[in-house]
């Protein structure tokens, strides 16, 4: 039986209204954990991250990237340039040249996702398909995954131990796929229930059971994915040891409008979230009795959150602005700072000669 959590929450409102110029960040690797409150410990520590995080180049592979991921080593990234290809460069004496082009799909790729232990690449596209490509000898070759959907796929994530991986689709549905050694081929199990629009985004959970979907419904949600064959007992937690394949453990109602970006910490003890409604969502001990926190901000919407560590996250969106958050000595998720520096402005002319112009207009229409 699943439970559903509705808006019983704080809010905090933060941020700047002052414009910013826009930085490229380069990967984030994991921080160090903070033992105590992140809130005091966070600002200090990202004052000297932050410029060593800095990219020091732009490298700009196509007019419009669609999606893209890291090779495992950081030495290579795929990325698909808003088409039906995925592009993989690799980075040699401080230039990336192009080595590898993968052609087998028909439409844009909407995600890609490369496995850090087993040196493998997952795609989805809106051609409804989806495709493992394994790296043998100089070549990527694909294999088909059956994923049986009806409207395009839009997201795609290994699973931790990269025994599965979870496909979102525009069919309001969730694929998880595994592979069968007998038919040397990838499979699909589908969550069809609950989702009342497109899946936006998957997450899992360090568990390598629990999945987390977010959709334009406005709903963030936890499923199990628990296969016979696939999964051990082993693997799983007690939270989980009676859940079967499709169930759905948790529903979030936190948003009013559409949701996006959804990680769990490297724990899996915190669920992260954001909304279009320029909000960002933290839930602790997701289950029958989750605890969430909602922090407001006056800035455009995130798109994407990432986990640097159980204390940190970084929020990214249409600011083009990286947004640091953390815990206070309470647990209180709070905005800590930007990760570009904010330029501060002046009164804007234009605003100044629209006033005028309105003015002198009020004037003519008395005097007339």
Known sequence: MGFSLRPRVENFRIGSDSSLEFQNYGHLSPARSDSGGAGAKAAPYLGGEAK?????????????????????????????????????????????????????????????????????????????????????????????????????????????????????????????????????????????????????SVAWHPNNIFVATTSTDGKCRVFSTFIKGVDTNLGRSSSSSDSKFGEQIVQLDLSISWAFGVKWSPSGKTLAYVGHNSMIYFVDDVGPAPLAQNVALRDLPLRDVLFISEKMVIGVGFDCNPMVFAPDDRGMWTFIRFLDEKKPTLASPKYGSQVSALLFFLLLVNLI
């Open 52 to 200: 060593k995080m800095a990219a020091i180049a732009v490298h700009q592979f196509a007019q419009s990237i669609t999606c893209h991921a890291w090779s495992p080593d950081r030495s290579m990234i795929a990325i698909c340039p808003n088409n039906n290809e995925v592009h993989i460069y690799r980075l040699s004496q401080e230039k990336w040249e192009k080595v590898h082009v993968l052609q087998k799909h028909d439409q844009i790729i909407s995600g890609i996702d490369w496995s850090v232990k087993s040196n493998k690449i997952v795609t989805a596209s809106h051609d409804r398909n989806s495709y493992v490509w394994n790296h043998e000898g100089s070549e990527w070759l694909p294999t088909l995954v059956i994923l049986r959907l009806n409207r395009a796929a839009l997201c795609v994530q290994w699973s931790p131990k990269e025994n599965k991986f979870a496909v979102g689709s525009g069919a309001k549905t969730v694929c998880i796929c595994y592979y069968e050694q007998d038919n040397n081929w990838w499979v699909s199990k589908l969550i069809r229930k609950r989702h009342e629009s497109s899946v936006t």
